[in-house]
């Protein structure tokens, strides 16, 4: 199947919406880093960011579904978000956003990909460690129709276990629903295990990450178990009198599925790697340009799963707070 037999049919992606809330997550690791009290004053605070700009995908795909295109496109991105932070307590306080993004092709606008998130995250701080339970809800759409519900639940634990090293760990359960594909509707459990370790506070640090994930689908060809590893490494580069950012991150997983797919009449094994490369560069107070290139290399014995990707775009953001 192609992209384009899917004309006037309901999918999505919902591209990286699970990676969200890192940069507020490695704000608060910093401050506790520092000996700073999270909450010193019980005031609310608030923030809204917007953001647009312009990518190329060399190949044009929908993970969800297997289906890849082999062609190329370009897309104009828009990316909202507004949140708050409420502390109860000088411990514990409780973290709400919504997240709207959405990419418009010039040719595959039958993939035009939109999506809201709401999060929402309580958090406890318990001296040596901070303890929590983190939600989401997503809500996806193609080509202005319902496509991808997901619902995810996950209860953490974290702490430095030294000066410069800081541990999360976390359980994963999320049900996604996929619309009009109810063989690919699933749930899934995980678990998660991150280190940071921070060679000069934020001005530079790494991430070093492994995720253990078992989704069980409706239909036994889509049950899979997974092993991910994740390498990221952030540099914060004062350049013309500006601090500048760049992030260099790679990912692999390694998927083995439980049952046959029909199609290749056997057992679907796959490994996937990821590499990406972001730059940051402030142009106004409160506002910046981002660089980014990724590039995916995916190797399957399912053809359609089987491809290599390439996103090479530019986005100027603006914050308040």
């Not at 940069?23 to 917007?50: C, H, R, V, W």
């Not at 974290?158 to 619309?179: H, L, M, N, P, Q």
Request: proline share 2%; with cysteine; charged share 25%.
């Amino acid at each position: 199947m192609t992209l384009r037999s899917l004309r006037g049919q309901t999918h999505t992606t919902g591209k990286d919406a699970l990676i969200c809330g890192a940069g507020a997550l490695i704000a608060a690791f910093t401050a506790t880093a520092q000996g700073q009290d999270k909450t010193p004053e019980l005031n609310t605070s608030y923030y809204a960011e917007l953001g647009a700009g312009a990518e190329y995908d060399s190949n044009v795909t929908v993970d969800e579904l297997d289906i890849t295109s082999n062609e190329s496109d370009y897309g104009l991105t828009l990316d909202a978000s507004v949140g708050l932070n409420k502390p109860f307590t000088q411990s514990t306080d409780l973290s709400l956003s919504y997240d709207f993004s959405q990419t418009n092709y010039k040719e595959f606008s039958e993939v035009d990909r939109q999506t809201h998130l709401i999060g929402a995250d309580l958090s406890t701080d318990l001296g040596k460690v901070d303890t929590g339970l983190s939600t989401f809800y997503i809500h996806s759409r193609l080509d202005g129709s319902k496509f991808l519900e997901l619902y995810r639940g996950s209860p953490y634990v974290s702490g430095f276990i030294s000066k410069r090293w800081f541990t999360r760990g976390a359980y994963v359960y999320s049900d996604k629903t996929i619309e009009n594909r109810p063989a690919r509707d699933a749930t899934t459990q995980a678990g998660e295990l991150d280190f940071y370790y921070f060679r000069r506070g934020l001005r530079s640090y790494f991430n070093f990450g492994y995720r253990y994930r078992d989704e069980n689908a409706d239909s036994d060809q889509f049950d899979y178990q997974s092993n991910s590893a994740k390498l990221r490494y952030v540099q914060r580069i004062e350049w013309l009198a500006r601090t500048t950012k760049l992030e260099l991150s790679w990912r692999f997983e390694d998927r083995d599925y439980s049952g046959v797919t029909p199609s290749i009449g056997e057992k679907r094994d796959e490994d996937r790697h990821r590499w990406r490369i972001d730059y940051e560069i402030p142009v106004v107070e409160q506002g910046m340009l981002q660089f980014y290139y990724g590039y995916s290399d995916y190797n399957s014995n399912l053809p359609s799963a089987d491809y290599t990707q390439s996103l090479l775009g530019a986005r100027f953001t603006y914050r308040w707070e």
